[in-house]
């Protein structure tokens, strides 16, 4: 299954990526990870993506479509993929269509008003993507990832402002993908406003229909 998860910030396609993940014995790919590894590591990717990512601005679509083309040719992805954060423009979901063909696209919908407070509580695993809230979602042990035990971490970009111009730049940028994948019957929208255990029921139905 090649498996393309769409949402704002904080819908919640990384949780329920995971699951799916799990489920399917697919690999979750998320460019936000990986983007986010590269400027741990200090490499030159890293750095220019860095002062994009702090704006909540996008990187470009070439850079992200070389990144993209080299991850997929692993041999983790013979099987299919989930696709978490990528593509997020028009060009991308173009360039992709050239790389593979794509199965499925799920919506989890989330209006903005209930993002806000997802996010600037979020906390997340900078080693297996795992997140969680500093409220409703606390884990077992305090700062540490119930799944593969590393340190915790909130999200340089998981502030107001950013978030803002990172939920305006998913509206302009991302939101015309709906249409994109409509016209090709694959899209799939939920509604992921309710607690993540219903939203995975939804999810997990839908990708068995
Ligand atoms: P995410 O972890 O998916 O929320 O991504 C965090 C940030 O990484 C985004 O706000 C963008 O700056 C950048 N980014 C991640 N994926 C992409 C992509 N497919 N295209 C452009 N920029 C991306």
């Known amino acids: 299954m090649k498996l393309i998860l769409l949402g ?3 819908a919640g396609k990384g949780t329920q ?37 702090d704006k909540g601005a996008l990187v470009p679509d070439a850079v992200i479509m070389a990144m993209l083309k080299e991850r997929l040719q692993k041999s983790d992805c013979s099987n299919g993929f989930i696709l ?9 979901a173009e360039a992709l269509a050239e790389i593979t063909e ?4 799920l919506e989890i919908h ?8 997802r996010i600037t509580n979020r906390i997340v695993c900078p080693k297996c993507g795992a997140s969680y809230n500093a409220v409703s979602k606390r884990p077992r042990e305090e700062g540490i990832c119930d799944r593969c ?15 803002l111009e990172r939920l305006s730049v998913y509206h302009k940028m991302t939101e015309p993908l709906k249409d994109f994948y409509a016209d090709q019957g ?12 219903d939203v995975t029921v939804k999810v997990l139905e839908t990708l068995r229909g």
């Open 84 to 92: 978490d954060g990528v593509p997020r423009t028009i060009n991308q």
């Open 102 to 105: 794509i199965d499925k696209v």
């Open 149 to 163: 035990g590393s340190k915790l971490e909130a999200r340089a970009d998981d502030n107001k402002e950013t978030l």
């Open 17 to 53: 990526g995971i699951i799916i993940s799990d489920k399917y014995s697919i690999p979750i790919i998320s460019t936000g990870d990986m983007l986010r590894a590269a400027i741990r590591e200090g490499t030159e990717l890293g750095l220019h993506a860095k002062s994009l990512i």
């Open 186 to 197: 694959k899209l799939v929208v939920i509604d992921g406003t309710e607690s993540v255990d």
């Open 8 to 10: 704002a910030p904080g």
């Open 110 to 117: 989330v209006p903005d008003e209930f993002i806000i407070d």
